[in-house]
């Protein structure tokens, strides 16, 4: 099959570290075809010249490789000329053994590009990448949290405290006060002062819950450190969480965050770490599919001789893809009908492949919502009783106002 050209200006770009490889392929009117090969730095003014002489060839199409982070800055420096280039996965792109050197690669790139072989990747517009660094550091933070929460949970189980057995969240206001006064080697009667009336556990069990011979001095300077590290995690996170609100909102993205948290599952820090990630315009990705697939939540096609083979999920965006499992173990405990689907999905395919399932159907639901602007509305939540029961305190205040009613019912 003659693959004949599709592009008749076109520009490869071999991104390294330090070095940038451009090879732009001219098609002029007479048909000649004719090869610029440039070499640039890495360095500010060596991007800025590589920008320039891209402008001046006026290409259609200019692309290059997802070189690690190395391409941020090559693409930001052609896109403050007005230049969108194409960032293709370096897989798709792969040149033939024994014939690699960045010139070989740049016209590779170049020739694909200029034949149609290529797709670019989503690149998110450039307010939403720099908030990226925020999203993805407050996720991280997360993730050491959660670490050191565990570790405290195992210290005190090995100094054998059993607090976790009696309390649901060990990490709750009652809870972290008993344990700072485990630290402070309190007495357990003044422990147990500490105890909320709310708990399900009887004073009995907390204090059977709290013996335990094996408490060092070891253990409790480890404790001190882990409770420490916890606290400032925590003040931490609630730094970046003030940060990346703060810029969403006068970046213009309060309307698609309201219209995220009618989702069950996702609350406004949830909302605003998928926002960054995926931008708030659909029309990008073509299609839910299309989303589903960049993300890595479908499953994929391996089927060879009319046999169906293991069709576990695609590599795409880790972090969308964190995010959509932590929104479906919310869901999957929340009263909607996707905690329906979840139980229903459990029971066929187990718990960790309905939490991948359904949030593969969360992330449709999400497209949709941001394609329409529309609200979620899920069938087995009765809205108008909801609206009642949050109105009505505010209703009776102003019946009790005017006179209607002498006091409150």
């Known amino acids: 099959m003659d693959i004949g050209p599709m592009y008749e200006r076109v520009i490869g770009l071999d991104v390294h570290q330090a070095k940038i490889t451009g090879c732009a392929i001219i098609e002029h009117a007479d048909g000649c075809v004719t090869h610029d090969r440039r070499e640039f730095g890495g360095f500010k003014r060596d991007r800025q010249a590589l920008a320039e002489w891209v402008r001046s060839l006026n290409p ?36 033939v053994p024994g014939r690699k050197t960045d010139v070989a690669d740049a016209q590779w790139l170049a020739s694909l590009a200029r034949a ?14 720099s908030l990226r660094h925020i999203a993805r550091q407050r996720q991280k933070l997360g993730g050491m949290l959660a670490s050191e929460k565990n570790r405290l949970h195992k210290l005190l189980a090995d100094a054998g405290v059993r607090l976790g057995v009696v309390v649901s ?14 630290i402070a080697q309190k007495s357990i009667p003044d422990i147990l002062n500490l105890a909320s009336k709310r708990l399900k556990a009887s004073r ?18 480890v404790l001190a450190e882990i409770m420490a590290h916890i606290e400032e995690l925590e003040q931490r996170m609630a730094r970046f969480d003030q940060e990346l609100l703060r810029c969403l909102d006068e970046a213009g993205y309060t309307a698609p965050l309201r219209l995220l948290q009618t989702l069950p599952g996702i609350d406004l820090m949830g909302a605003a770490m998928l926002v960054v990630e995926i931008g708030d315009d659909m029309s990008v990705f073509g299609s839910a599919q299309k989303l589903a697939s960049w993300v890595g939540m479908c499953p994929g096609n391996n089927e060879s001789a009319g046999k169906r083979q293991s069709g576990k999920i695609r590599k795409g965006n880790a972090w969308v893809r964190r995010l959509l499992c932590e929104f479906a173990q919310a869901a999957g405990r929340s009263r909607c009908a996707l905690k329906d689907k979840f139980q229903a999905l459990k029971v066929r395919k ?9 949030g593969h159907k969360m992330l449709r639901t999400i497209y949709a919502m941001l394609s329409k602007k529309t609200h979620y509305v899920d069938k ?4 108008e009783a909801l609206m009642v029961a949050r109105n009505a305190p505010r209703w009776i205040q102003m019946l009790v106002k005017h006179e209607f009613i002498t006091r409150p019912i």
């Open 60 to 95: 259609q199409v200019v692309v290059m490789e997802s070189t690690g982070i190395y391409w941020k800055s090559p693409y930001a420096a052609l896109e403050a000329v007005g230049i969108i280039a194409w960032v293709v996965n370096a897989r798709h792109v792969k040149m």
């Open 204 to 221: 009995e069990e907390i204090f059977e819950a709290l013996q335990a011979e094996e408490l060092t001095a070891a253990h409790r300077f």
């Open 116 to 129: 149609g072989l290529l797709r670019a990747s989503f690149i998110a517009k450039a307010d939403l990448r």
């Open 380 to 383: 087995a939540v009765d809205y």
């Open 350 to 358: 187990g718990h960790k492949r309905s939490i991948v399932a359904l």
């Open 169 to 182: 969240d060990l990490h709750g206001q009652s809870a972290r006060a008993m344990v700072k006064a485990i």
